[in-house]
């Protein structure tokens, strides 16, 4: 039996009892002195006296469901349960596609609204436009409150080649339409967007480490380098990890050969080291690499290697701090656990795992709260370093373990433009269900810019905030004049990037929403200051 299975052996034993119930137990009169012992478990034996003695029958089935997460739930934070009805879709972010119609959808209203249609896929073929509205599928009803996004992807996904009706409601036609489409394979793309804010830096934002996210990278890569892009800004902000492997191959991009990028190691688990190739195309390139404390896992190992190897500068703020590696294992029904098998570590030598206590998730999940109320994220000096775990980058700057990854530079928050207004008008989606309104209502002439710059010199002629504010206080925002003007510019731009998104898609949002982000605006002045390439400790720029 191979060691990761004899690991998994205490968690399955409230599993086993389902087999050990029909081996030829028979049912007793007389009272049972002793709870039999199936293979030394309790838990085994628990099971079999509640099937065969308890009072009232008894699903042991979903009496295990319930078990077995409790049992993972006493290990470490990011082992997991996964039931066979989550798994295809917790699967499907990172394997890269599912089989499904190709819509982007939001639901406003208590309306599944058609955001955007993805090229070439099986909507757009069927001649769904952006602007829809789905009201049934397949002839049952799919609108109100109960509509969840969850319930939505449910019934519009489906085997490949399998057909479903769309009845839906468009802003141009008096009728119904009733539109057939067959399912096909949707790609789940982890780069958001390529684009050169200026003649020579490119910009990829990485939103997962898929299954085909290297190749992705890839892509974007090659075609920044043939628009003339010599320096990089990789933006893993907000990116909580996926595949190792995915992770490591980019690094290799950007490393020489025989430069360490991470190694693991566990109980069961032996050393392993990863080492770059030298076959990497962009090895000379100055690179920045942006994180936030929502940076994790394979996020992590990109960026540790990155800055132990002094290949490049991180930039923003101390990113999650979660160093373990999980393996997938599955159950004969089609669900599965996520075992925590190893350790990772930075080339330095450090574990970015930040502390837990076994079974105690609840605090664990509190980390970054008490980060914020801290105020981590607004100033550097509060940022709690272990000066006993130092190590040293490959030119001996000093680094530190003990959870996350410390950026080279810190940005904190911009708050400057916080107000009661923009707190209300954010956290009641104002702002989106506004863009998507005017959107749909000027579709026709929006659609006749093809760039974000042209689209965005269009808006800023249009007395877009006064719409707004409108819009608003018939939602129930009190119009506030002061607070209003605090936030003006703040709400402008994540308007005109959501009208943009809607209209262009993500290549046109990102352009527009990264004008105020004042991370990515350090990124950009380090790269047009040629200061992409870490200094020993004892250099100094010119």
Do not use: C
């Amino acid at each position: 039996m191979k060691k990761g299975f004899k690991i998994l052996y205490p968690l399955l034993l409230a599993i086993a009892i389902v087999i050990g119930i029909y081996i030829g137990a028979a049912y007793n009169n007389s009272p049972i002195s002793v709870i039999p012992n199936f293979g030394q478990s309790k838990i085994n034996g628990l099971m079999y006296l509640i099937s065969n003695e308890y009072v009232d029958s008894v699903n042991i089935d979903s009496l295990t469901e319930k078990v077995i997460p409790k049992i993972i739930g006493e290990l470490d934070p990011h082992s997991s349960y996964i039931p066979a009805e989550d798994l295809e879709i917790v699967n499907n972010d990172l394997d890269g596609s599912f089989s499904g119609i190709g819509i982007q959808f939001s639901i406003l209203n208590d309306t599944i609204m058609v955001v955007d249609v993805i090229s070439g896929g099986p909507s757009e073929k069927a001649g769904v436009l952006a602007g829809d509205r789905i009201i049934a599928v397949n002839d049952s009803s799919i609108t109100g409150s109960s509509i969840t996004n969850e319930k939505v992807m449910h019934r519009l996904r489906g085997p490949k080649n399998s057909n479903v009706k769309l009845s839906i409601l468009r802003p141009s036609s008096k009728d119904i339409l009733n539109i057939d489409i067959t399912r096909g394979d949707i790609p789940v793309n982890s780069i958001d967007v390529a684009f050169k804010p200026n003649d020579e830096i490119g910009y990829i934002k990485v939103s997962k480490f898929g299954k085909h996210t290297y190749s992705e990278f890839l892509t974007s890569l090659a075609k920044l380098a043939v628009e003339g892009t010599s320096k990089f800004i990789i933006d893993l902000r907000g990116n909580s990890g996926g595949y190792m492997e995915s992770a490591i191959n980019m690094v290799n991009e950007f490393l020489p050969a025989g430069y360490m990028i991470v190694y693991t190691k566990g109980n069961a688990s032996p050393l392993n080291e990863v080492f770059s190739n030298g076959v990497g195309s962009f090895q000379d390139n100055q690179i920045v690499v942006l994180v936030d404390e929502w940076s994790a896992s394979a996020s992590e190992i990109f960026a540790g290697a990155i800055q132990d190897n002094d290949r490049g500068l991180i930039i923003g703020r101390r990113s999650f701090g979660k160093g373990l590696v999980q393996q997938q294992i599955p159950f004969n029904d089609g669900s599965a656990i996520r075992l925590t098998i190893a350790r990772y570590y930075t080339p330095s030598g450090r574990s970015i795992q930040k502390e837990y206590k076994m079974g105690d998730s609840e605090n664990y999940e509190k980390d970054l709260l008490n980060r914020f109320e801290h105020g981590e994220f607004d100033s550097q000096d509060s940022i709690h370093i272990n000066d006993s775990i130092k190590y040293e980058t490959l030119y001996g700057r000093t680094v530190y373990g003990g959870g996350g990854i410390m950026p080279d530079i810190f940005v904190p928050r911009d708050t400057s433009f916080y107000s009661p207004y923009l707190t209300q008008v954010v956290n009641n989606g104002i702002i989106y269900q506004f863009a998507f309104k005017y959107s749909d209502e000027n579709r026709e002439k929006l659609s006749k810019f093809k760039s974000a710059k042209s689209l965005l010199v269009y808006l800023k002629g249009e007395d877009i905030l006064d719409q707004f504010v409108a819009f608003a206080a018939n939602k129930g925002i009190k119009t506030r004049p002061i607070y209003i003007n605090i936030s003006r510019k703040e709400i402008l731009n994540n308007l005109y990037a959501n009208i943009a998104r809607n209209i262009l898609g993500d290549e046109a949002f990102y352009p527009i929403i990264l004008m105020n982000d004042e991370t990515f605006r350090k990124a950009v002045e380090i790269l047009n200051e040629n200061k992409g390439f870490p200094l020993r400790e004892d250099e100094v720029y010119e």
